[in-house]
């Protein structure tokens, strides 16, 4: 299928961690990318590459994946960190780009 | 640095036509891939289509398909997103973005901050 899902939701304690979860057949050959979009502002790119942080991204975001499902972990979350976070990566014909519907993540 | 800012949206009728561009700066604009992702209201993203740098490759997500035109001009280092047949689904905030490389259009490093769209009568 041509479709990411991700959760709508997740709630963290401050300073713990929380993983957020991306599923979709295209992962099976392409990597996931996350953006943080806080809200009234544009997207940020966050991991990429798998697990590739690009320059100003705290180290406490990292990625990972396995098999259809690519992951997106905070480790020792922080208030900042409360956005919606988006994955995407390339469709089969790797032509197109496909994003998942986004999940809300709550810093309790 | 690098810089987007996009311009052009606006409020149109249904059937109507719009042209965005995108301004960038900081960065040798002929030599990476280009995006539009558009975000309808408290809606997610989308990504709508791209170019590739070098051989004018074009891209588009199905539903704009034949409707919008998506072009780019080196010397003015400026993309366009010329806008057909407006829909009132196609209201969004649309966003121009920086692919990582010259043919990467899923890693998306920089973003404009985006410009209003709204189809309506």
């Known amino acids: 299928s041509s479709e990411l899902t991700q959760d709508p939701a997740v709630s963290v304690a401050l300073g713990q961690t929380v993983r957020i979860t991306c599923q979709g057949d295209s992962l099976r050959t392409s990597y996931a990318t996350w953006y943080q979009q806080k809200p009234g502002q544009a997207p940020v790119l966050v991991i990429y590459?798998?697990?590739n942080r690009p320059s100003g991204i705290p180290d406490r975001f990292s990625g990972s994946s396995s098999g259809t499902t690519a992951s997106l972990t905070i480790t020792g979350a922080q208030a900042e960190d409360e956005a919606d976070y988006y994955c995407n990566s390339r469709d089969s014909s790797g032509h197109h780009v496909i994003f998942g519907g986004g999940t809300k993540l709550t810093v309790l | 640095e690098v810089h987007l800012v996009e311009s052009g949206g606006g409020l149109v009728q249904p059937g109507g036509s719009l042209r965005l561009s995108c301004e960038v700066s900081?960065?040798?604009?002929?030599?990476?891939?280009m995006s539009w992702v558009r975000q309808a209201p408290g809606k997610g993203l989308e990504w709508v289509s791209g170019?590739?740098?070098?051989?004018?490759?074009?891209y588009y997500v199905d539903s704009v398909k034949g409707r919008f035109t998506i072009s780019r001009d080196n010397s003015q280092n400026t993309l366009y997103l010329q806008m057909n047949s407006l829909r009132v689904e196609d209201t969004a905030v649309y966003y121009c973005?920086?692919?990582?490389?010259?043919?990467?259009?899923?890693?998306?490093?920089?973003w404009g901050q985006g410009t209003h769209v709204t189809v309506s009568s």
């Open positions: 590459s798998q697990n």
């Open positions: 900081g960065f040798t604009f002929n030599n990476y891939a």
């Open positions: 170019t590739r740098a070098g051989y004018g490759f074009t």
């Open positions: 973005a920086k692919g990582s490389s010259g043919v990467e259009l899923a890693i998306l490093d920089s």
